[in-house]
């Protein structure tokens, strides 16, 4: 029997012991044994901080976030290899295509966030924050990869999505991580560790992997670690509790299995389309992955005129259901992960019973075709009801992590939302309605208790992923039961991974820290226009001083007549009473036009094509007789990717443009955002 090696310290380990035997979920035959017995966490966590850590950190951005990319397209190429190591799992070909290329698409989600951050190995956080009167001393914030591993405890229903959908963010970060997958269905998390370590893609030490128990592992944490946990609550809050996790002040983030509810609107008439929408979705949560979702949908609510309308509806979709072998393309449910998670759901609906009946479903057979029922872990969906939500309070407390959810009654939307938050905290949940008062009532109603809120209508209907699956660029978490974490969420969940560090000094050391220029800084004056030096020659800090131009009548007339703009502040003098203007004023976006005018070289140079501007800022009226001057200034600098061989090898550089008056005083102030030609073409 094949017993799962672990990849720690860069090689292949078969640990000591017999181990705990994995089992085929579909027909019952034993598959692998995992074993964790006698493995040095220790040393794993020392190989992952130094070996990994240290090349992770030396990349950048852009280069961790290419890393991503190359691996996503390798894993992507050989796709099909884990479809049928997953369907062991008891996953059907839906089921398998949200768990391996819904994770590498998470893969692909996070490379492009690398070209939201600079190309640097670090970020500069916000803006920055001014701390004396006279400018000279200022504070900002930067953000550094801790120098830790980020140890991921992740949940048996989504071996590959569970390990993807994070390791994406913490190695865009720069962090290692340690994947420990639950045991029972590590063997497909083991198969795609293979395949991403013989690719030889991430660098040494980036990714360990764990099959089978913890162990001690948590007696290794440091305060630079990150612990991710994605399971059930009480064993979440077991691990959240470790006292090596208390005493290190180790950030622990948990994602528990909540309570989760999908809201009939009370708009929503019976022949509408609406109607087929929350049918259609609620019998689809029930089924995917045999209800083994933290996202699936527990409790369903329903204006109490239509419970009965809802519960022929979902009863004859569920009735349709095809159960059975997941190679069999006609089925549409496969098995649970195991006799084990199948007891435990039994156990659970067991509860659930004293206070709800079953209205669709026998928890005690199961009709499957291609398989016998008897040896995989097969389960007929279920169908709860509970008239009385308020007296009869197990359906907001004990959740079968199976295909079982409660259809419940509601009078109003009030009370909809009343009962969404008896759950104590939930991932998700939806409502169904077309109408955006009901669905601004709700989402603002409910969000204290919810991670997300998926309003569903035909409007987004033919695009929308669903009440229950989560989006790499938003967070997925929620308060209370649902663990009170959060993850994923685009840039917010790689900051998770960083450690936020505030800086203090001179605007000049800030500049020279961050490589970003800030204003009042020290100025560097080349003699050659910016405007003609390519993108490797211009450094942060230097400044073009352009000639000067006095503000004339003509020139505000001219512009309003150009630009269309006749506000009466620039063009009609006798409105001005009770203004904050003493007499007739330049258009803001005169004075960014001609400081424009007066910044740029006319002459063919190494800037490409100016494509924004950012933060601009009108900090000073401006009346005829003023007379203006601008100080151009590289403000920051980011190399950009080659699309392709024939492609120009470039960079944006942004430019502070400031504007100042007679008096030395700002009146408007700009980034602009050029496209910089590198003087060195080759790749």
């Known amino acids: 029997m094949q017993k799962l090696e672990n990849y720690l310290c860069g090689k292949w380990i078969t640990a000591d012991g017999e181990g705990t035997a994995l089992y085929n979920s579909v027909n019952g035959q034993q598959i692998a044994l995992a074993s964790t017995k006698g493995l040095d966490f220790k040393a794993a966590f020392e190989y992952g901080r130094q070996t990994g850590g240290q090349a992770l950190r030396k990349m950048t951005f852009h280069e961790r976030g290419r890393m991503l990319k190359a691996l996503a397209l390798h894993l992507h190429s050989i796709k099909d290899k884990f479809y049928p190591i997953s369907y062991q799992t008891g996953?059907?070909?839906?089921?398998?295509?949200?768990?391996?290329?819904?994770?590498?698409?998470?893969?692909?989600?996070?490379?492009?966030?690398?070209?939201?951050?600079?190309?640097?190995?670090?970020?500069?956080?916000?803006?920055h924050a001014p701390l004396s009167k006279g400018g000279t001393f200022i504070g900002h914030h930067i953000m550094v990869p801790k120098e830790g591993v980020a140890v991921h405890i992740n949940a048996y229903n989504f071996p590959i999505w569970g390990m993807l959908e994070k390791i994406a963010v913490n190695l865009l970060a720069g962090m290692p991580a340690i994947v420990k997958p639950a045991t029972v269905t590590s063997f497909l998390t083991h198969a795609m560790v293979k395949e991403i370590e013989q690719s030889r893609i991430l660098p040494k030490g980036a990714?360990?992997?764990?099959?089978?128990?913890?162990?001690?592992?948590?007696?290794?944490?440091?305060?630079?670690?990150?612990?991710?946990?994605?399971?059930?609550?009480?064993?979440?809050?077991?691990?959240?509790?470790?006292?090596?996790?208390?005493?290190?002040?180790?950030?622990?983030?948990?994602?528990?299995?909540?309570?989760?509810?999908?809201?009939?609107?009370?708009?929503?008439?019976?022949?509408?389309?609406?109607?087929?929408?929350f049918v259609k979705e609620v019998a689809k949560e029930i089924t995917i992955k045999a209800g083994q979702k933290c996202?699936?949908?527990?409790?369903?609510?329903?204006?109490?005129?239509?419970?009965?309308?809802?519960?022929?509806?979902?009863?004859?979709?569920?009735a349709k259901t095809i159960i059975g072998d997941p190679t069999n393309k006609e089925v549409r449910m496969g098995a649970l992960a195991g006799k084990e998670q199948l007891?435990?759901?039994?156990?659970?609906?067991?509860?659930?019973?004293?206070?709800?009946?079953?209205?669709?479903?026998?928890?005690?057979?199961?009709?499957?075709l291609g398989a016998k029922a008897d040896l995989g872990a097969f389960m007929s969906p279920v169908l709860l009801r509970n008239d009385d939500p308020y007296k009869k309070t197990d359906t907001h407390n004990i959740e079968a992590f199976g295909p079982v959810s409660t259809i419940i009654p509601y009078k109003t939307l009030d009370e909809a939302i009343e009962i969404t938050k008896m759950g104590l905290g939930s991932l998700c949940c939806s409502i169904v309605t077309n109408d955006a008062k009901i669905a601004r009532d709700f989402s603002i109603g409910a969000a204290s208790y919810h991670g997300r809120i998926l309003t569903l209508n035909a409007e987004c209907a033919k695009e929308s992923t669903g009440h229950g699956s989560p989006m790499p660029l938003l967070v997925h978490g929620g308060p209370g039961r649902a663990g009170g974490g959060e993850e994923m969420?685009?840039?917010?969940?790689?900051?998770?991974?960083?450690?936020?560090?505030?800086?203090?000094?001179?605007?000049?050391?800030?500049?020279?820290?961050?490589?970003?220029?800030?204003?009042?800084?020290?100025?560097?004056?080349?003699?050659?226009?910016?405007?003609?030096?390519?993108?490797?020659?211009?450094?942060?800090?230097?400044?073009?001083?352009?000639?000067?131009?006095?503000?004339?009548?003509?020139?505000?007339?001219?512009?309003?007549?150009?630009?269309?703009?006749?506000?009466?502040?620039?063009?009609?003098?006798?409105?001005?009473?009770?203004?904050?203007?003493?007499?007739?004023?330049?258009?803001?976006?005169?004075?960014?036009?001609?400081?424009?005018?007066?910044?740029?070289?006319?002459?063919?140079?190494?800037?490409?094509?100016?494509?924004?501007i950012d933060e601009a800022r009108f900090t000073k009226p401006v009346y005829p007789g003023t007379t203006i001057g601008v100080k151009l200034t590289v403000k920051e600098k980011t190399q950009q990717e080659k699309r392709d061989q024939d492609d120009i090898k470039k960079g944006i550089v942004k430019f502070m443009v400031e504007v100042y008056d007679q008096e030395d005083e700002t009146v408007a102030l700009a980034t602009i955002l050029t496209m910089v030609k590198n003087k060195d073409q080759k790749a």
């Open 343 to 368: 007891k435990d759901v039994q156990m659970q609906l067991g509860k659930l019973l004293k206070s709800s009946e079953i209205v669709f479903g026998d928890p005690s057979k199961v009709e499957v």
């Open 207 to 277: 990714l360990q992997l764990v099959c089978g128990s913890a162990g001690d592992m948590l007696d290794h944490v440091m305060c630079q670690d990150v612990v991710t946990f994605t399971g059930s609550a009480a064993t979440g809050q077991n691990l959240k509790t470790h006292p090596k996790i208390i005493s290190e002040s180790v950030p622990f983030n948990m994602e528990a299995d909540s309570l989760n509810s999908s809201v009939l609107g009370p708009d929503v008439k019976e022949d509408s389309e609406e109607f087929e929408l």
């Open 91 to 127: 996953a059907t070909k839906i089921d398998s295509w949200i768990d391996i290329e819904g994770g590498i698409g998470n893969l692909f989600a996070n490379a492009s966030l690398r070209k939201q951050f600079a190309d640097q190995t670090y970020y500069v956080d916000g803006d």
């Open 489 to 612: 969420g685009g840039i917010r969940g790689v900051k998770h991974y960083l450690q936020r560090t505030a800086i203090q000094g001179s605007p000049s050391m800030i500049s020279a820290i961050t490589e970003v220029y800030q204003y009042g800084a020290k100025q560097e004056y080349p003699v050659e226009h910016l405007f003609q030096k390519h993108f490797e020659d211009l450094k942060v800090g230097q400044t073009y001083i352009t000639h000067k131009h006095t503000i004339t009548d003509a020139d505000i007339v001219n512009f309003a007549n150009v630009s269309g703009d006749h506000f009466y502040a620039h063009t009609d003098e006798t409105s001005l009473e009770g203004t904050i203007f003493e007499r007739r004023v330049a258009h803001g976006y005169y004075i960014l036009s001609k400081a424009a005018g007066m910044f740029v070289d006319p002459r063919k140079g190494p800037v490409l094509l100016n494509y924004g």
């Open 295 to 318: 996202t699936a949908v527990r409790r369903i609510l329903v204006p109490e005129n239509l419970i009965d309308q809802v519960q022929q509806a979902v009863s004859i979709r569920l």
